[in-house]
T-cell receptor, first 112, second 116 residues
Framework: SQQGEEDPQALSIQEGENATMNCSYKTSINNLQWYRQNSGRGLVHLILIRSNEREKHSGRLRVTLDTSKKSSSLLITASRAADTASYFCATDAGNQGGKLIFGQGTELSVKP | ETGVTQTPRHLVMGMTNKKSLKCEQHLGHNAMYWYKQSAKKPLELMFVYNFKEQTENNSVPSRFSPECPNSSHLFLHLHTLQPEDSALYLC???????????????FGSGTRLTVV
């Protein structure tokens, strides 16, 4: 069954603006991860946040996790045209041998 | 190059053909996964292998048959497929599932499969 659901499904912004994507999930998790996928290619791991963490940064990425609301957000600051891609959240329940359940993704378009 | 290599990149096969997808990783990871990505649908987990033992079969039809001869190699054998099986098939690997050394998945570039 689908675990993560991203919002919005599509987002179009201008270069330099910030992009925020949200993810909601249904069951308890051990960690939540964000991945990027460029058109028709494999996914690239961006960041992992564990259930006991509330915020994490990596370069222009900022991820928050609210386990009481079962939600997470990914913020990309000062976006670039090269950030155009689909972004997926994935949840790991921690007791299922590393199995990740992915959401449907947010398609981000950054216009130069 | 991510460290996970999938071959072939593209495959067109008839419904009566038998073909195999190959995935190889030299990252020292102990878990490997097959996912299916169809248009407009979330990634669907198909199979999970931990230390070359299958630990998950997500109700996948028997026309898909996985094989994991060692921790570095994973195959997906295909036979008698249907047009709706056309999709991007992604292989991934990870180390130390959910433990302190766990850093998430490393994906291959995928095999784009078209069944005609």
């Amino acid at each position: 069954s689908q675990q993560g659901e991203e919002d919005p499904q599509a987002l179009s912004i201008q270069e330099g603006e910030n992009a925020t994507m949200n993810c909601s999930y249904k069951t308890s998790i051990n960690n939540l991860q964000w991945y990027r996928q460029n058109s028709g290619r494999g996914l690239v791991h961006l960041i992992l946040i564990r259930s006991n963490e509330r915020e994490k940064h990596s370069g222009r990425l900022r991820v928050t996790l609210d386990t009481s609301k079962k939600s997470s957000s990914l913020l990309i600051t000062a976006s670039r045209a090269a950030d155009t891609a689909s972004y997926f959240c994935a949840t790991d329940a921690g007791n299922q041998g590393g199995k990740l359940i992915f959401g449907q993704g947010t398609e981000l378009s950054v216009k130069p | 190059e991510t460290g996970v290599t999938q071959t072939p990149r593209h495959l067109v096969m008839g419904m009566t053909n038998k073909k195999s997808l190959k995935c190889e990783q030299h990252l020292g990871h102990n878990a490997m996964y097959w996912y299916k990505q169809s248009a407009k649908k979330p990634l669907e987990l198909m199979f999970v292998y931990n230390f070359k033992e299958q630990t998950e079969n997500n109700s996948v039809p028997s026309r898909f048959s996985p094989e994991c001869p060692n921790s570095s190699h994973l195959f997906l054998h295909l036979h008698t497929l249907q047009p709706e099986d056309s999709a991007l098939y992604l292989c991934a690997s990870s180390q130390g599932a959910a433990g302190p050394v766990y850093r998430g998945y490393t994906f291959g570039s995928g095999t784009r499969l078209t069944v005609v």
